[in-house]
């Protein structure tokens, strides 16, 4: 299965998702008896928030299709959806995505799974993620549409990733977090969000907005802006921390 749907994602330009990377101590660090709790926690987690999956398309789509989109660094997000199995309410889908894929071939993460979508705009997914610097993920996701009509989407979400580091210094952990976002008229939008992990103790927050400057058929261009902000005993006091810049989408 996760071999089809990687070679999907190669013909196909699909899903969105943002890069989420852990850095991977080498071997010298464990030799080093550093304290995995004091310093270097901040280190290990990474500036990079885990982010409840993200889900492309809230309607049901009976055909191949995807998108591909622009990070701040130059690097893109590229992710297939191809319908499995469905009728007129449901249908089952095979996904697969590469984040941050960078000109020379290299990538942040590589994912697979299969996602459920309800013509209502409800969804469930299973992803497996590869991550290279770090080791790899199983997430289980749902969201369910609170309000839809011509001018606006309401939605939560929640999600649970189980997270297989491949550091023999750092233990399999748990990462659990759930968010509501909401689109008017296709232009404005907005989403909070959290994130828990209990083995750092740390919960990240992350209220965004953004405003929709182009759009056609087959592709759109975004202003996005908010602010993050991370509480565990093992990091410095943090206050919200500002997260803005433009996203290009192209989908096929």
Not at 10 to 17: K, M, Q
Not at 218 to 244: C, E, H, M, V
Request: proline share 5%; with cysteine; hydrophobic share 35%.
């Amino acid at each position: 299965m996760f071999a089809k749907i990687f070679l999907l994602t190669a013909l196909l330009v699909g899903v969105s998702c943002r890069h989420l990377s852990l850095p991977y101590r080498p071997a010298s660090y464990i030799e080093d008896n550093t304290d995995l709790f004091g310093d270097d926690i901040d280190d290990l987690y990474s500036e990079h928030e885990f982010e409840r999956p993200l889900y492309v398309n809230s309607r049901v789509r009976r055909q191949a299709h995807g998108v591909m989109n622009t990070n701040p660094d130059g690097t893109a997000n590229i992710m297939a959806k191809l319908p499995l199995a469905g009728n007129d309410k449901n249908v089952l889908s095979a996904i697969g995505g590469l984040d941050a894929v960078k000109s020379g071939g290299s990538y942040g993460a590589a994912s697979g799974g299969v996602a459920l979508d309800n013509v209502n705009g409800h969804g469930l997914s299973l992803t497996g993620k590869h991550i290279p610097d770090f080791g790899n993920q199983l997430t289980a996701a749902g969201k369910v549409n609170l309000l839809h009509n011509d001018h606006n989407d309401f939605n939560a979400n929640a999600f649970a990733t189980r997270n297989f580091p491949k550091n023999p210094v750092i233990p399999n952990f748990n990462t659990v977090g759930a968010g509501v976002d909401y689109t008017y008229n296709n232009k404005l939008g907005a989403s909070l969000s959290a994130a828990h992990t209990d083995l750092f103790k740390r919960t990240d927050y992350s209220a965004m907005a953004n405003v929709n400057l182009f759009r056609n058929p087959t592709s759109t261009l975004d202003f996005n802006a908010g602010a993050t902000k991370s509480i565990s005993p093992y990091i410095p006091n943090r206050s919200w921390q500002p997260a803005f810049g433009l996203s290009f989408s192209k989908y096929f």
